[in-house]
């Protein structure tokens, strides 16, 4: 019994020592610090991006997504936390020779915080924040919506937001970045 306590705590010990190892933060592929990737964790199997970059898809469909910061809840924003929400503005640009279904991109996966929890998202009917979805885009054509997220301003250092692949041919794209 005493064996098997010791060897459970020097296990989790070294678990824990290897995780300290006061490394400085680098820039992974997607701009985003090893540090943060460190706390978010293994990213799925997609393409990766910072907030303000963008990403191209499969057909030439260009996706930029930008953090807008926090804005003031009113009074019927459901989901707001802290009397607040996130906004996260997503330009599409149809470059390609085909129409893209927008519609796939409407309700974005957002996860925050070092655990990587969801969030929810928020609809001001007062602003119109949240309200805006995409539609069906013909080539040529740009389409832009702005989407809100309850999220705590403890977890506002690291967000992922997720984009479905507007083509359905490829991978998905993860933004990752700070609400600022």
Known sequence: MKNSFALTAALLLGIGLSACNGADPTESPGGVPSATQDAIGEMPANQSAAFGDTVTFEGGVEVTVESRGFQSASG???????????VFEITVVNNGEAEVDGGLMNLPTVRAGDS???VQPVVDSDTG??????STIPPGETQTAQFAYGIAADDADLIQLEITDPTAAGEDALYQGAVE
């Open 76 to 86: 019927s924003a459901p989901g707001a936390v802290e009397g607040r929400y996130a």
């Open 116 to 118: 990587g929890t969801a």
């Open 129 to 134: 924040i949240g309200g805006e979805l995409f």
